[in-house]
């Protein structure tokens, strides 16, 4: 099997509920600052609530940025780990793959998009990034870099995600005290594109920040992580899970680790002859153990303002042709792609037909509410198209057949290529009894999404 290097980078803020016996960090000798003093005291509390937010890039937007094999298969894994055998509610975990993983997104829900609006101060923190990054030598002010999808490797500083920074900022704006990132960093040494391909990995001293964080890297600053020959993940990131199934849901992040580095190290050096891998560990945490599948023990549901405000993530497939059993017959049934919010239609294959009413674009428990927090979501968000549209969907529930259509217009000339634009348009057409542009716009519907159905049909 021939040997390459390929780019694999994890940010992963994991956080756990312990008592602590001592209230000095154990690897400062320096006396607690005030600060640290009330951190530690926080981190001593029962853990409230558990959030994560999980990131693999394998496929990037730039030609010169090379793809990866198992980053995007590693973030599904790390995030199957968690909902399962972790002890996180499913929908406190985002998982963000490839083309969703811009930055922009990636910034957005570490911060007003969810975390800095669900976290609060005893609560978790998980954050797991598995793409390319950026050695503190490419940059003259020495600061790393996440690659997100749209990330220009010429650009880094204007494109890329500032390590540095980031944990920075999640520090001062999230609530949540207890906090861990692990970054699983390797850059492609020979055939990486010009930009990413220095050896080298992140520097964890540089990325740990304030009581109550912990950095894990994959690797030492002067080395680079590496891809299994053996199975198709990242060696640290399939050691990692390994390590913190050891003991069940008491495994510490300690005991992990320890068990990590002497598996990553024995692994690089018998697959990848004269090269070496040894994760690290550094941590300004003000206690003793930290357990990622603690228990939760004031877990609740996100806020239907919050949820609202999410856009899709990746923890389900893109839907694919589904063999349908009828009496006879196998039909073959197929979706098209929608926000988890927004209802499957009525479609039976046997007859091709898609039907369509109200509850098809909204479904919310209080529209009124859902209609306050759509226009609130608008007036932040007042460029994108997909907010307005939710605003336009929430009207249909309400009766507004108008105020919708005048507010889909505007949406389809900033997006005319969307399917599900023209669908709410012709339902609103019929609605007010213009059968002929509500015709006019399913065709051009069907035109923009070819898997709709060949008839489509008002319900009510």
């Keep these: 099997m021939k040997q390459t290097i390929n780019a694999i980078m994890a940010a992963l803020l994991l956080v756990a509920q312990v008592s602590f016996t001592q209230p000095v960090n154990a690897q400062s000798s320096d006396a607690p600052t005030t600060a640290q003093s009330a951190v530690a005291q926080a981190a001593s509390q029962p853990v409230h609530d558990k959030w994560a937010i999980v990131v693999g890039i394998s496929k990037f937007e730039k030609p010169n940025v090379p793809s990866l094999k198992y980053s995007a298969k590693d973030a599904r894994d790390f995030y199957d780990y968690l909902i399962k055998e972790a002890n996180f509610a499913p929908d406190h975990v985002r998982l963000i793959t490839d083309e969703k993983a811009t930055r922009r997104r990636i910034l ?126 990242g060696v640290f990131t399939r050691q990692l899970l390994d390590g913190l199934r050891s003991k069940g ?55 239907e303002s919050v949820i609202f405000d999410l856009e899709p993530d990746s923890t389900k497939p893109t839907p694919a042709v589904a063999v349908v059993e009828a009496p006879k017959v196998a039909m073959v049934a197929t979706t098209t792609t929608r926000p988890p919010s927004e209802p499957k239609a009525i479609m039976t294959k046997a007859t091709e037909v898609l039907k369509l009413n109200v509850a098809y674009f909204s479904n919310a428990a209080d529209p009124h509410q859902a209609y306050a927090n759509a226009c609130q979501a608008l007036a932040t968000h007042h460029s994108d198209p997909e907010y307005a549209f939710r605003k336009a969907k929430v009207m249909i529930q309400l009766g507004k057949w108008g105020s919708a259509m005048q507010e889909l217009k505007g949406v389809i000339v900033d997006n005319p290529n969307i399917a599900g634009y023209y669908l709410a348009r012709a339902y609103c057409f019929h609605k007010m009894k213009q059968d002929g542009n509500a015709e006019a716009d399913l065709e051009t519907a069907k035109f923009k999404d070819v898997f709709l159905p060949n008839r489509i049909e008002f319900e009510d």
């Design 249 to 303: 849901e008491e495994t510490s992040i300690d005991e992990a680790f320890s068990s990590v580095t002497s598996s990553v190290q024995d692994e690089v050096r018998q697959d990848y002859p004269g090269i070496r891998q040894t994760p690290v560990i550094r941590s300004k945490w003000s206690g003793e153990k930290l357990i990622l599948a603690v228990k939760p023990s004031a877990a609740g549901p996100i806020p």
């Design 108 to 233: 957005s829900e570490l911060d007003n998009m969810f975390l800095g609006r669900v976290a609060r101060p005893d609560d978790m923190i998980v954050l797991f990034f598995s793409t390319h990054g950026s050695p503190a030598q490419l940059d003259k002010m020495g600061k790393n870099f996440i690659v997100a999808y749209d990330t220009e490797p010429n650009e880094l500083f204007a494109t890329g995600i500032e390590m540095q920074a980031m944990t920075r900022d999640l520090k001062e704006r999230v609530d949540a005290k207890r906090v861990l990132l692990v970054l699983d960093a390797c850059h492609s040494g020979g055939t990486a594109a010009k930009g990413i391909h220095r050896v080298g990995n992140f520097d964890t001293d540089a990325l740990a920040i304030g009581t109550g964080q912990m950095v894990i890297c994959s690797s030492e600053p002067d080395q680079q992580s590496w891809e299994s020959k053996r199975y198709k993940n």
